[in-house]
Each structure stands twice: as structure tokens, then as C-alpha cells.
């Protein structure tokens, strides 16, 4: 069966994070195809928390991996499964696997068996239990044991994975895993094949890191007469070097690249590209990748994370941006930094982001170049830019200051036209006049055009900066 098969009944995905940390961008990835998949055959998109190892899982964790979920837009169908709460469940799939003999109960302590693993490692042999083929007394069955799967060393195991196509593994050299410890927790591979059977999963799309899982769960679907659902394992996000993504290539968790200033639709993008392709199409919607989302486009090589790809795809998504949401985000990242709130900050802010949001490729830079609204009064103008406000060049500005004040319509448009009246009346280039007033008015000389940052400040802000600067230069 390839992946373009469709599937037969509805699809059911699921995105099984171990909460152990924040979600990376991996995860996010994991969880995005599984939505987008799910969403492509109407079917359901399920969260199960894998919560089993008690040592490492953390409260914390699991609320980090539910924030970046919803940050991303990536909302299960249902609630969240937490796989801890099931263990008895998964006891009762044990019980049935012992009756059925395809588990044994292994009464090997952990030393034993130990030494018996470096011993049949040291004779290049798997290791087994000698308890695969010893029937326990009723004494024995008192004593603490695991229990072990009892797999089939007959033939090999074979998957046909939707990514990297038909894998086989030979069974005489997968052990018999355990599937119950000692003190009754169950293990991982067989808590994930009972819950994604018992929630109904189809579609098991997950990192090629477990790829091997899929072998030991495919013959425990096999032991059970459950049918096994389909696997796509995906090859994992590889950092620009082209070697394993991790710390050194910077952010890794998806709330770092949220304060990075990237827009969850723009990560949403960009994270489809990565591993899956449609074409060249780079920029698309959510509802075009999930018209197109298919498990043939995920390549089977690595993804390379290119951080200036990922800056392209923002830049596009805040250009389509709605403008009161933007100013927000601006907001957001100007109080972060200390900003404090003051009247007409915000008004001034909304004004500005039209003018800007062609050029931020994140909110950061959004933020950055929406700053001149928001300083105080009265500015102070950078040191190279006094001499343009005094002497000859500051009565000109002088005279565009008293020709503003007279001037009513306040839009960038007017603006405009007045400004080009004004040079032509006297005679100079726009090069005498447009790097002064943007000096008086924005202090660094950081701001879109003229008319756009008269605009943006509004009338008043903007002449009473442009007195300031000039009292400054008398
Ligand atoms: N809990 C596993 C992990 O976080 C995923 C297991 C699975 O998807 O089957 O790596």
C-alpha cells in the first residue's frame, strides 16, 4: 500500500509528546502533519501525553507542550489522553497476552539478567530469558518477575512505512521486550500500541527516531489480531550545518521562536516546507496545505532548518497581517523591552504599522521600527544631525515647521504633496530638508519617509517634536 492508497474508514492521527520539556520545533512539526493529515480526510486530530516515565515527566512540561500547541493553532478534537491514567488498561492487555502465550513471566532478577545479556553479547548471540520456555511452579509466581513479549523468531518483521517504504527488521535479533516491570508499570511500546489501538489512531505519523518501535509494536498489534495502523516515520529537522538540530544552532523550543517574533500562521508555513514539499510552492495557507497535505510529499531526507527562509515566510504573513493585531504584538514587545504605557501610544502605533509592516521580517523588528512613535518628548536629536537644524538649513525647517502648523489635512497623502510644494518653493533638493525634520522627529533618524512618520506621530506630536529640536539648536 503506498500513502496515496486513501485511507479506508476515517482517519484518526495523533501527536504522543513525553512531557519531559518545552515542545520543540520537531515536535511541532510532528504534531502540524498530523493535523494537517487529519484535517485533509475530516478525520481527528487526538493529543496523548505520554506521562508513563514518572521520574522525568513534569506538570510544567505538559502545560509548556499545551501552550506551544495552542500558540501553534494546533487544537485536538477531542481532550487530551494522559497515557499514566491507563496503565491499568494496559495491565489488562498484558493478562490477555500472557493467556494467549504471547508473554511469559521472567523471573530473572535484574543481575541476572545482566549478566546473561553481557554473555550472550560477548558470544555475539541475542539475549533470552531462559523463562521464554520454563513453565513457573506456583512458588515462582509469588516471587517479583517482569513480563517479557514473547515474539515470533520465525519470520521477519516487515512495515510498510509510508515515508521510508518497506522495512524490514530480523526477529531473531530483537529481544523479547519487557512489557510489564517488576513493580507492574507497564512499558512504553506496549502502553503506545494499547492507546493508539483503543483511540482508534490509524495514521501513526512520528519521527524516524522510532522507527525500531514500529517493529516491536507491529507485532504486538500482530499478537493482539489488531490491525496495525499505518506508520510514516519522518526523517528528523536537521539544524543549516546539516547535522542533528540542537542547542548550538540556537532555538529549538517553539516558544523561543515565538519570542523571536515569528506569527504562528508564518510557523505553521514554514514548518509544512520542512520535510514535505507541494511543488515549489513555498508560501500557502493552512487551508491549502491541508488540501494538499499528503504523506507521499514528506521527503525521506533530512530537512535543513534555513532561518532565512523562515524570516521570508514571516515577512509574508505579517505583510497579510491584519494591522490592529500587529500593533498589538508591537505593543507587546515594546512593554517587554520597558516601555511604558503613556496616551496616544497606541493610537500612534496603529498608525504606524501600515507604514512599516512591508519591511519587519518579525515582530522584533516590527517593534524596532515602530519605536520613534512611542519616544517622549523631548527628543534627543543624534549629535551629526544639530548642524542641519541650525544655522540656514534650521530657518528652512523653521519655515516647514510654521507652513505644518497652518496645514490641516494630516494624511500621508497631503502630507506628501505639501512636503514636494514646500522644496519646490524653495528651490532645494528633498536631501536638505528630509534628513533634518526625520532627525527632529525621530531623534535617531530611524522612521519610514517624511510624510509617513508626520503620519504616523500625528499633528500635534509631530510639530511639537519638530519645535523641540529646533529650540534645542538655537
Ligand atoms: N512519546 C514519544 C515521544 O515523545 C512519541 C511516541 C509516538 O509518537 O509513538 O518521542
Redesign the pocket.
Known amino acids: 500500500m503506498t500513502s496515496s492508497t486513501p485511507p479506508s474508514g476515517p482517519v484518526v492521527t495523533r501527536f504522543?509528546?513525553?512531557p519531559t520539556g518545552s515542545l520543540h520545533i520537531g515536535g511541532g512539526r510532528t504534531a502540524l502533519f498530523n493535523w494537517l493529515f487529519a484535517r485533509r480526510h475530516n478525520g481527528k486530530f487526538l493529543v496523548r501525553v505520554?506521562d508513563t516515565d514518572r521520574e522525568r515527566s513534569t506538570e510544567a512540561a505538559v502545560k509548556a507542550i499545551f501552550d506551544g500547541l495552542s500558540w501553534l493553532g494546533l487544537f485536538p478534537d477531542e481532550e487530551p489522553v494522559f497515557q499514566f491514567s491507563r496503565a491499568g488498561r494496559h495491565r489488562e492487555v498484558v493478562d490477555q497476552l500472557l493467556a494467549g502465550g504471547h508473554a511469559y513471566r521472567d523471573f530473572l532478577s535484574a543481575e541476572e539478567t545482566g549478566a546473561l545479556r553481557d554473555a550472550a553479547k560477548a558470544e555475539g548471540r541475542t539475549f533470552e530469558s531462559p523463562w521464554r520456555d520454563r513453565e513457573p511452579s506456583v512458588d515462582d509466581l509469588m516471587k517479583p518477575h517482569t513480563v517479557r513479549f514473547r515474539r515470533p523468531r520465525e519470520a521477519p518483521v516487515v512495515v510498510a512505512d509510508a515515508v521510508q517504504g518497506e522495512v524490514r527488521w530480523d526477529t531473531a535479533a530483537l529481544d523479547d521486550l519487557v512489557i510489564l516491570r517488576s513493580d507492574g508499570a507497564p512499558t512504553y511500546n506496549l502502553a503506545?500500541v494499547v492507546d493508539d489501538h483503543d483511540m482508534g489512531v490509524t495514521h501513526?505519523i512520528?519521527?524516524d527516531d522510532?522507527l525500531n518501535?514500529a517493529a516491536r509494536q507491529s507485532l504486538i498489534y500482530d499478537a493482539l489480531g489488531w490491525s496495525r495502523p499505518t506508520f510514516a516515520h519522518i526523517p528528523l529537522i536537521h539544524g543549516p550545518d546539516g547535522a542533528k538540530l540542537s542547542k548550538r544552532h540556537g532555538a529549538q523550543a517553539v516558544h523561543e521562536y515565538a519570542a523571536m517574533g515569528y506569527l504562528p500562521e508564518a510557523m505553521r508555513n514554514y514548518l509544512a516546507r520542512l520535510g514535505w514539499a507541494h511543488g515549489d510552492d513555498e508560501l500557502f495557507s493552512d487551508e491549502q496545505a491541508i488540501a494538499w497535505f499528503d504523506l507521499d510529499g514528506i521527503g525521506k531526507a533530512p530537512a535543513r532548518l534555513d532561518f532565512d527562509k523562515l524570516a521570508h515566510v514571516n515577512a509574508h504573513w505579517i505583510r497579510l497581517a491584519d494591522d490592529d493585531r500587529l500593533a498589538k504584538a508591537a505593543l507587546d514587545v515594546h512593554l517587554s523591552r520597558g516601555h511604558v504605557l503613556a496616551e496616544g501610544d497606541e493610537a500612534r502605533l496603529t498608525r504606524a504599522i501600515p507604514f512599516v509592516k512591508d519591511r519587519a521580517k518579525t515582530l522584533l523588528e516590527l517593534a524596532d521600527q515602530t519605536a520613534f512613535v512611542l519616544r517622549r518628548r523631548p527628543l534627543v536629536v543624534y549629535d551629526k544631525a544639530l548642524p542641519m537644524l541650525a544655522g540656514e538649513s534650521g530657518e528652512r525647517i523653521g519655515r516647514l515647521r510654521d507652513r505644518l502648523r497652518l496645514f490641516e489635512s494630516w494624511d500621508v497623502f497631503a502630507l506628501e504633496a505639501e512636503l514636494k510644494a514646500f522644496v519646490e518653493e524653495e528651490a532645494v533638493g528633498f536631501g536638505k530638508v528630509g534628513p533634518a525634520v526625520r532627525a527632529a522627529l525621530t531623534g535617531d533618524g530611524v522612521s519610514p519617509d517624511i510624510a509617513r512618520t508626520l503620519a504616523a506621530l500625528g499633528r500635534e506630536e509631530a510639530l511639537g517634536r519638530l519645535d523641540d529640536a529646533l529650540q534645542q539648536t538655537k
Do not use: D
Open positions: 504522543a509528546p513525553s505520554e503506545v501513526v512520528r519521527g522510532h518501535n
